[in-house]
């Protein structure tokens, strides 16, 4: 289980089933398998985002650095397949740099 996952869970835990508004939820730098260890893709995002039971997935830490070998515009688009396929579509906001967002 990714570390950014297991920090999930023990907030779960920490703040006695109180749901958070807004998930900021780590998806790059997954692939290769051995770097889960440290990072969640999003599929554990989504997983993540559902145990949170957060109103809002804002997904962070991808597309700025080449950390790892999936495409640097990847883990945007599969959690959009996901989330497309849960139908949360409307609950996943990828915000653009610099650009203000009202929840």
């Known amino acids: 289980m990714p570390s950014d996952l297991i920090a999930a869970a023990s907030l779960i835990e920490h703040v006695g ?4 508004q807004i998930a900021l939820l780590p998806i790059g ?4 398998e051995s770097f889960r260890h440290v990072h969640m893709g999003p599929d554990e995002a989504i997983k ?15 597309g700025t650095f080449k950390l790892s070998f ?8 599969w959690l959009l397949e996901i989330a497309a396929l849960e139908n949360l579509t ?11 967002m009202v929840f």
């Open 17 to 20: 089933g109180l749901a958070p």
């Open 29 to 32: 730098a997954y692939h290769p």
């Open 48 to 62: 993540a985002f559902r145990d949170l039971r957060a109103k809002w997935l804002v997904p962070m830490h991808y």
């Open 70 to 77: 999936e495409e640097m515009d990847e883990p945007p688009r």
């Open 90 to 100: 409307k609950q996943i906001k990828i915000l653009d740099e610099g650009v203000p």
